[in-house]
T-cell receptor, first 117, second 112 residues
Framework: EAGVAQSPRYKIIEKRQSVAFWCNPISGHATLYWYQQILGQGPKLLIQFQNNGVVDDSQLPKDRFSAERLKGVDSTLKIQPAKLEDSAVYLC???????????????FGDGTRLSIL | SQQGEEDPQALSIQEGENATMNCSYKTSINNLQWYRQNSGRGLVHLILIRSNEREKHSGRLRVTLDTSKKSSSLLITASRAADTASYFCVTVGAGNNRKLIWGLGTSLAVNP
């Protein structure tokens, strides 16, 4: 079974520029998560999708961050414009959703390391 | 938002010793999960324990859950240098909300 794929692995941009991350979850997984992890801290949930609907985006800075999950499969996370404090690793995870979302383990990609200059 | 709390924040032991990490939380849960993160990598799921379970085992890992105290512990027996990593707990809220709350993690160093 192929794992969660994320790209790019690394990205360096200047503040006020825009950036986009892509995630391809495990085939058949209904639930998809985007996390932000700042160095030395735990993951912070940005947005959670169930199929192509948003379940929780309470911690997503909506003035600059956006995410979509077209057709309930791939997902993109965008930052526009970027700020220095957005420097972090952005992790994507998926789970099967069996028994209701949150009821199954999450499978993580290796993340995208974003540096803002 | 609320955060689960793990303790200790950092733990250093010798190979062969046991390591115990604790996680406390504040709300009613559907389940609690433990994950491991090696430096520079994504997280790997270790064990999921449901609110009606008290103990689960997986290889050298043992997880307990005490819902009356709102706490869980992760025990790694006979630790190895390869167990060096950060360990996180995450709770999934009860009811339809199923809100995820992640802890801040325990950094474990196993010295050869």
């Amino acid at each position: 079974e192929a794992g969660v794929a994320q790209s790019p692995r690394y990205k360096i941009i200047e503040k006020r520029q825009s950036v986009a991350f892509w995630c391809n979850p495990i085939s058949g997984h209904a639930t998809l998560y985007w996390y932000q992890q700042i160095l030395g801290q735990g993951p912070k949930l940005l947005i959670q999708f169930q199929n192509n609907g948003v379940v929780d985006d309470s911690q997503l800075p909506k003035d600059r961050f956006s995410a979509e999950r077209l057709k309930g499969v791939d997902s993109t996370l965008k930052i526009q414009p970027a700020k220095l404090e957005d420097s972090a690793v952005y992790l994507c995870a998926s789970s099967s959703g069996a028994g209701g979302f949150g009821n199954q383990p999450q499978h993580f990609g290796d993340g995208t390391r974003l540096s803002i200059l | 938002s609320q955060q689960g709390e793990e303790d200790p924040q950092a733990l250093s032991i010798q190979e062969g010793e046991n390591a115990t990490m604790n996680c406390s939380y504040k709300t009613s849960i559907n389940n609690l999960q433990w994950y491991r993160q090696n430096s520079g990598r994504g997280l790997v799921h270790l064990i999921l324990i449901r609110s009606n379970e008290r103990e689960k085992h997986s290889g050298r890992l043992r997880v307990t859950l005490d819902t009356s105290k709102k706490s869980s512990s992760l025990l790694i027996t006979a630790s190895r240098a390869a167990d060096t990593a950060s360990y996180f707990c995450v709770t999934v809220g009860a009811g339809n909300n199923r809100k995820l709350i992640w802890g801040l993690g325990t950094s474990l160093a196993v010295n050869p």
